[in-house]
């Protein structure tokens, strides 16, 4: 997708309903943005402590900044971050769950729907690639977001006076100067699953990948239609949009209704909180 114009350069399958695995935590990270203060501190409930791997480990009782719980969930994919900032925001992360669904009902995100903060599978949680390119878009027009989005590392201290250090789930930070940041997912049910978005030739440009079988495939992919996209915005090649049968389980999935349309530097850093 141009970041741009929201038009798309290549697309395979792009209103398929997949699983969306932690990408799910840019909507939670869009939603605590525009509703709280990122110097509020929030007090770790039991609940949130409980969730499941990946986490950081924090227990319930500890103290700690919605910032520093945003690049935990956005860098490290903290399932327990996640959770804290939902509970922090609406009281509970059933509550808040209500808040992401009109969020992605405001930006037209038609084939999706989530269920939790964190991205956990369960039943009736699905996003779309097409989706999934806007919501990165819209992430990214926040300087904060698209900062923690291209932060490599970071240094975690809750109130308490405990320090974690995380590192970016993203390697494309590392292996590609022009990237701008991005969000990795995954479980067993949703596979590999990555949107990012990056320059090239003055452009910038977002790749959304759902479902992918093998996690290397995801840097390969971009790389691919990072290139691709770029001979497109330079009238070198013609966008495509194209739909193939699935080679998934069809009992959990749901096709989504499809139109065909022509939609025709970063180095290491520390934060201390």
């Known amino acids: 997708m141009d970041a741009d114009t929201g038009n798309v350069l290549f697309a395979k399958n792009p209103d398929l309903r997949l699983l969306p695995a932690s990408t799910t935590k840019l909507m939670t990270a869009l939603v605590v943005i525009e509703r709280t203060a990122l110097s509020d501190v929030v007090t ?5 402590s409980l969730a499941a791997p990946t986490k950081i ?31 922090a925001v609406a009281g509970s992360e059933e509550q808040f769950i209500n808040l992401m669904n009109m969020k992605a009902a405001a930006l037209g995100l038609q084939d999706t729907r989530f269920i939790n903060s964190n991205g956990l599978p369960g039943t009736g949680q699905y996003i779309t690639a097409y989706d999934l390119a806007k919501l990165l878009r819209e992430a990214i027009r926040y300087p904060l977001l698209r900062e923690i989005l291209g932060t490599r590392l970071a240094e975690i201290t809750t109130g308490d006076g405990k320090t974690v250090f995380v590192k970016n789930t993203n390697r494309l930070l590392w292996a590609d100067e022009e990237f701008l940041g991005g969000k990795t997912g995954y479980t067993r049910e949703a596979r590999h699953c990555f949107v990012g978005a990056g320059e090239r030739e003055g452009r910038t440009m977002i790749v959304a990948l759902l479902g992918t079988p093998v996690r290397d495939f995801l840097w390969k992919e971009t790389a691919f239609l990072m290139d691709f996209g770029t001979r497109v915005l330079h009238n070198r090649e013609e966008p495509v949009v194209y ?26 850093k520390k934060r201390h909180y």
């Not at 956005?74 to 900032?85: C, E």
């Not at 739909?243 to 180095?267: M, V």
């Open 44 to 48: 770790i409930s039991k609940n949130a």
């Open 57 to 87: 480990g924090l227990r319930p009782g500890e103290r700690i900044t919605v910032e520093a719980l945003l690049y935990s969930a956005l860098m490290k994919s903290a399932n327990d971050a996640a959770v804290a900032l939902a509970e």
């Open 243 to 268: 739909l193939t049968q699935y080679d998934y389980d069809a009992a959990k999935i749901k096709k989504a209704s499809y139109k065909k349309k022509n939609r025709p530097k970063k180095r290491a």
